[in-house]
């Protein structure tokens, strides 16, 4: 079985090396499709967020944080963030008023700057905005 003389030793090596190519590809077409969406694989969501949304606009106090991730600038990380910081606040808005009622409410996230708030502003829908002055 070990002899080098043996032929079909050569098709057992090709055939490994070949299921390895395989299963490689595979793996990187599945991380590089995940990675686009800008999504981690245990969402299990795999389709972009349609550019018409964010013409139309994200409204941050009912944005998921995978909308709020594609913004240019927000990772997941500070899209989490964003989500956390939005659900703890809701427990201490009065009723009527909304957890982001200003573009400015935005930088009390860690994260989120006044750079970075202009520069998602054309992306946002904030009813009844108040320009801050």
Known sequence: MGDS?????ILRVHHRDGL???VGLFLATWF????STGRTLSEGRSEPIPASSLKMGID????????FAQLPGIGETVARR??????QRLDEVEPGHL????????TLIRGIGEKTVLRIRPFLRLPNVQVDD
Do not use: H
């Not at 003389?5 to 030793?9: A, E, H, I, V």
């Open 32 to 35: 590089a499709g995940s990675a």
């Open 82 to 87: 964003f989500e956390m910081f939005r659900k």
């Open 5 to 9: 003389s043996d032929p079909n030793r």
């Open 99 to 106: 957890v982001f009622e200003r573009l400015s409410d935005l």
């Open 20 to 22: 390895t190519l395989v």
């Open 60 to 67: 941050p106090n009912t944005a998921e944080w995978y909308e």
